[in-house]
């Protein structure tokens, strides 16, 4: 049933995009794919932050300064 739902969903969406395509003049489509290009480039930024690098560098800097769960830890 979710599938169902998911299909009705992408096949609607679709036809919309479709329909208003029509109406929009090339400055707008520009647009539209300069901000989906800039949306795109925020949401790979921000998959940076939270690496596996950069989490355990945040763990590390956190034992050291002697945060509540790494005096825990050595319990």
Known sequence: M???GLILLLASSWYLW???SNFLDEQTKKELANSFNNF???LSVGKQNFSKE???EAWEKYKEEGGALS???KS
């Open 2 to 4: 979710q599938l169902l």
């Open 18 to 20: 479709k329909l208003t």
């Open 40 to 42: 795109k480039n925020k």
């Open 54 to 56: 950069k989490i355990s």
């Open 71 to 73: 005096n825990k830890e």
